[in-house]
């Protein structure tokens, strides 16, 4: 019997999601002759049935297209947000999954997305999932697509702002995304030679950013970059963070719980604008103007690099390639040169944050740069 596949993107939108779409949509239809059609905006679309015709010749020509032609949200199945009103909407994913007679799903995203795949497996399912963000936190896999094409943007990012610092003698703070993983502010800060990195992995002491900042000055360098993951915390910010989640753990009451949760989310709200807290704090510290630049979704955006482009295309043929073999409930995932299937649970609610003797780490600071630890 042909195999029917339907296929959805969800969280935040990444460069290559076209070219996974096109590599899991051109390898089933044209090499395994099966049928696919998509689902619009994330599991609202499947919870909503609305889906688009993925045949003919509209996987042509979307190879090089940012974002994506399925369009994303950051619903998920069980607390969709309708009227104003959290509503659970796996039954109605379940009847839409059978009333378009799919044999299995495939779902684009990040680590909320495996999450939610997961759920929809225990609801009797067939899913599986392609690891996808710019903030490459997936477990289980050496890298995610659309984390190249943001790694290249935020190195080019940074390189321009060097020639400005420079020019004007300025401390440049740059925030660059990532969630809660440094990976993407580690990996361009080294690319783009910042003279600082700030990690979330690694909480830093203001001081000792200043300090950086000041030696660089008495060697005849009045400008620094700091390259800060939007992730990245201040020690003390960091200590009550542990705190307020030790009573959250240790809470015996709803009270209690709801107090330490609360705490959590005003130490939450009090990090937002870090970045330009920080520069602040530094202009202080030093005496050296300070400016902020803020990549933000620039970093999401536009064509993806060679790279992502290769990695789509490889782990969307290998997925259809294991949807040819039933083999379902697992997320593919990039080890080496080879695609792997990883079952969806070991990898759900996991987040792959840098490790601290990971070897971007001890080449930054062998070449001098601050970690500000
Ligand atoms: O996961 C990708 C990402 O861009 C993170 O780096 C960032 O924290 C988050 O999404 C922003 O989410 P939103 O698109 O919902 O503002």
Not at 232 to 246: D, M, N, V
Request: charged share 20%; hydrophobic share 40%.
């Amino acid at each position: 019997m042909t195999k029917q596949i339907g296929i959805l993107t969800a969280g935040g939108d990444s460069p290559g999601l076209n070219a996974a779409i096109r590599g899991v949509g051109k390898a089933a239809q044209g090499y395994y002759g099966m049928r696919v059609i998509g689902f619009r905006d994330g599991f609202r679309g499947l919870a909503e049935n609305r889906t688009q015709q993925l045949g003919g010749d509209v996987l042509s020509g979307i190879l090089t297209i940012g974002g994506t032609i399925l369009g994303t949200s950051r619903d998920k199945p069980h607390k969709m947000v309708i009227g104003g009103k959290i509503h659970d909407m796996t039954d109605a994913i379940v009847e839409n999954y059978h009333a378009n007679h799919l044999d299995v799903l495939v779902c684009l995203g990040g680590g909320g997305t495996q999450k939610n795949a997961l759920r929809l497996k225990q609801n009797g399912l067939n899913v599986i999932t392609l690891p996808k963000t710019i903030d490459n936190d997936v477990a289980l896999t050496d890298v995610t697509f659309g984390f190249d094409t943001a790694l290249g943007i935020a190195t080019e990012s940074i390189d321009r702002l060097h020639s400005t610092a420079h020019s004007h003698h300025r401390i440049i703070v740059v925030e660059i995304m990532g969630h809660r993983a440094g990976w993407l502010a580690l990996g361009a800060g080294i690319a783009g030679g910042a003279d600082v990195i700030l990690l979330p992995e690694l909480p830093y002491d203001v001081n000792s950013v200043a300090e950086a900042i000041r030696n660089r000055v008495r060697g005849g360098k009045k400008f620094s970059i700091v390259a800060v993951a939007e992730g990245a915390i201040p020690r003390e910010l960091a200590e009550q963070q542990t705190a307020a989640q030790h009573l959250k753990e240790n809470a015996t009451n709803k009270d209690e719980k709801k107090k330490a949760r609360k705490a959590l989310e005003k130490l939450e709200q009090e990090h937002r604008g870090h970045a330009i807290q920080l520069g602040i704090h530094l202009e202080e510290l030093t005496g050296l103007e300070s400016r902020v630049t803020i990549l933000g979704y620039l970093q999401r955006g536009g064509t993806p690099s060679a790279g992502d482009r290769l990695l789509a295309t490889r782990l969307g043929s290998a997925c259809a390639n294991l949807i040819n073999q039933e083999v379902y409930g697992v997320m593919v995932a990039a080890r080496g040169d080879q695609a792997v299937p990883v079952a969806l649970e070991e990898v759900a609610g996991k987040r792959r944050l840098v490790p601290l003797d990971h070897p971007w780490i001890e080449a930054a600071r062998h070449v001098g740069t601050s970690l500000g630890d």
